[in-house]
């Protein structure tokens, strides 16, 4: 199994990225996605995730009105759209592959799967 990060990079505040997930080697519409942050010095957080289906979104208050994950399981791909970036939003962020949305979302288990990250720098 392997999950592709790309669309990082260095961004004024105010700016947009939008960061994608290559999944391979898995079942893709089986599994609910998941992007985590982790800021130098602090704990992997959940920002966002998405049902197999699309249906179900979360999203952490930190990023709620400014991101938004979406997914496409024709191509295998899931995408987090980032609005609004403040320079709180740097961090390294990772797709994750879960069997269970609410698991993921509630974090009540780790995901199957993690990407290798794609750092993301928002400059004041």
């Known amino acids: 199994v392997q999950l592709v990060e790309s669309g990082g990079g260095l961004v004024q505040a105010g700016g947009s990225l939008r960061l994608s997930c290559a999944a391979s080697g898995l079942t893709f519409s089986s599994y609910a996605m998941g992007w985590f942050r982790q800021a130098p010095g602090k704990e992997r957080d959940l920002a966002a995730a998405?049902?197999?289906?699309?249906?179900?979104?979360y999203y952490a208050d930190s990023v709620k009105g400014r991101f938004t994950i979406s997914r496409v399981n024709a191509e295998n791909t899931v995408y987090l759209q980032m609005n609004s970036l403040k320079p709180e939003d740097t961090a390294v962020y990772y797709c994750?592959?879960?069997?269970?949305?609410?698991?993921?979302?509630?974090?009540?288990?780790?995901?199957?799967?993690w990407g290798q990250g794609t750092q993301v720098t928002v400059s004041a």
């Open positions: 994750a592959a879960g069997t269970g949305f609410q698991q993921l979302r509630l974090g009540t288990t780790n995901p199957d799967y």
């Open positions: 998405i049902s197999w289906s699309g249906i179900g979104t």
